[in-house]
């Protein structure tokens, strides 16, 4: 993907996704094929926050991806973790003869909790990273 630097902080850049297929470079508000997933329903900026290594400054164009095997462990953390804890709690719950309602529910609030845990965790965390700097035609 291809976006503008528009701040810096503490090492990560905030980067504005630019559709890289569109011949004037404009904002990728309808999704094109590269930029889809970043498509939002008001027209509103795309703004991404990843990893400065190559030291960009704000204003220039940059190359953007997402770090090698986090589609992976983004879907253990967001599917099988929750599910792991669900399972868990309905079994401990069951073993000491609880009604399987109530260990039912609990269960789905373990998930709850679970990934609001989650959210709170990777609340800064950044899974992009800038792997180069794009000259300017």
Same mark, same amino acid.
Request: aromatic share 8%; net charge positive.
């Given at each position: 993907? *291809?976006?503008? $630097?528009?701040?810096?902080?503490? %090492?990560?850049? =905030?980067?504005?996704?630019?559709?890289?297929?569109? +011949?004037?470079?404009?904002?990728?508000?309808?999704?094109?094929?590269?930029?889809?997933?970043?498509?939002?329903?008001?027209?509103? +900026?795309?703004?991404?926050?990843?990893?400065?290594?190559?030291?960009?400054? $704000?204003?220039?164009?940059?190359?953007?991806?997402?770090?090698? %095997?986090?589609?992976?462990? %983004?879907?253990?953390?967001?599917?099988?973790? +929750?599910?792991?804890?669900?399972?868990?709690?309905?079994?401990?719950? *069951?073993?000491?003869?609880? *009604?399987?309602?109530?260990?039912?529910?609990?269960?789905?609030?373990?998930?709850?909790?679970?990934?609001?845990?989650?959210?709170?965790?990777?609340?800064?965390?950044?899974?992009?990273?800038? *792997?180069?700097?794009? =000259?300017?035609?």
């Amino acid at each position: 993907m *291809t976006g503008k $630097i528009i701040s810096i902080k503490d %090492g990560n850049a =905030e980067i504005e996704i630019i559709c890289a297929e569109m +011949p004037d470079k404009q904002k990728c508000f309808q999704g094109c094929s590269g930029c889809k997933f970043f498509a939002k329903k008001h027209n509103n +900026p795309n703004i991404i926050t990843a990893k400065n290594d190559v030291n960009a400054a $704000i204003e220039q164009l940059v190359e953007v991806q997402l770090k090698e %095997g986090i589609k992976l462990k %983004g879907t253990i953390l967001l599917f099988a973790v +929750p599910l792991l804890v669900f399972l868990v709690v309905v079994g401990f719950l *069951t073993y000491f003869k609880i *009604t399987a309602v109530v260990a039912f529910v609990t269960g789905v609030a373990a998930i709850a909790v679970t990934l609001l845990l989650l959210k709170a965790l990777l609340k800064n965390k950044t899974f992009y990273y800038i *792997t180069n700097i794009k =000259e300017i035609k």
